[in-house]
C-alpha cells in the first residue's frame, strides 16, 4: 500500500497537484484500492489555488496518516510565500526524512529549497525561473529534462510535466506495465500542439 500526500497551499499551481492526483487516484483504482491519496494543507480551511479555484484539504500538517510520497506544487505560493512559511517548511523538512519519495512539479523546486530536501541536489523546475532558483545556491538546476531524479528527490518542470513525472513514479513503485496501464486509463498521449487539426498526419485513434 502506498499512502501519497500533495500538499496544497493559497497560491498553489492548479494543475501541478490536479494532474498528479489523477494518476495517483487512478493508479490507486488499477490496483483494487490499495493506495490513498490525500490532499493537506497547514490549515483545514478552504485553499485559493493560483488560478482561483477553491479545494478543501482532507487533513492538517499535523494530522494526517503516515505518508510514502509526499508531492509539493508550485505557483506564486511556492515561491513567493510559503518558504517564508516556518510551518509549512519545518514540516517538509521532518517529513522529507520520514517518507520514501519526495516530489517537486514545477516551482514547487523553490519551496523545497527553502526546507532543505532540494539543497545540494539536481533538479528540474519550470524553464521562466531556472536562473531565480539557481540564484538561491546550493541547488544544480537542469534544464534539458521534464523530470530529474536524484536519489529519492522527483522534480519536474512546468505545469504538464508533473504528470509525467507522476507516471514515472508510479511506474518506479508498481511497475512499468502498471504505469502503462496508468497512462491508457487516463489516455494521456501528449502531442504538438494543434496536431489534431491536422486529420491526415496527426489523427491517432484508439
Not at 18 to 27: H, I, L, N
Not at 163 to 169: F, G, N, P, R, V
Request: proline share 7%; glycine share 10%.
Amino acid at each position: 500500500m502506498t499512502t501519497y500526500g500533495l500538499l496544497i497551499f493559497n497560491g498553489a499551481e492548479d494543475l501541478d497537484f490536479a494532474g498528479p492526483w489523477e494518476v495517483f487516484t487512478t493508479s490507486a483504482m488499477l490496483r483494487d484500492g490499495a493506495d490513498t491519496v490525500v490532499l493537506l494543507a497547514e490549515h483545514p480551511d478552504a485553499v485559493r489555488c493560483g488560478k482561483g479555484m477553491r479545494v478543501l484539504p482532507d487533513h492538517t500538517l499535523d494530522d494526517h496518516p503516515p505518508l510514502d510520497v509526499v508531492l509539493v506544487p508550485g505557483g506564486p505560493g511556492a515561491r513567493l510565500a510559503e518558504p517564508d512559511n516556518p510551518v509549512v517548511t519545518g514540516w517538509l523538512a521532518k517529513t522529507a526524512t520520514e517518507v520514501d519519495w519526495v516530489v517537486g512539479v514545477c516551482t514547487g523546486a523553490f519551496l523545497l529549497h527553502a526546507a532543505g530536501p532540494a539543497r545540494r541536489r539536481r533538479v528540474a523546475t519550470h524553464w521562466d525561473y531556472e536562473e531565480e532558483l539557481r540564484a538561491r545556491g546550493d541547488v544544480t538546476v537542469v534544464s534539458d529534462a521534464r523530470y530529474v531524479v536524484d536519489g529519492n528527490l522527483l522534480t519536474s518542470q512546468g505545469v504538464s510535466a508533473g504528470i509525467d513525472s507522476a507516471l514515472w513514479l508510479v511506474g518506479a513503485l508498481h511497475g512499468r506495465e502498471h504505469a502503462r496501464q496508468v497512462r491508457r486509463q487516463l489516455q494521456y498521449e501528449p502531442a504538438p500542439p494543434y496536431l489534431a487539426d491536422e486529420p491526415l498526419t496527426g489523427a491517432r485513434g484508439r
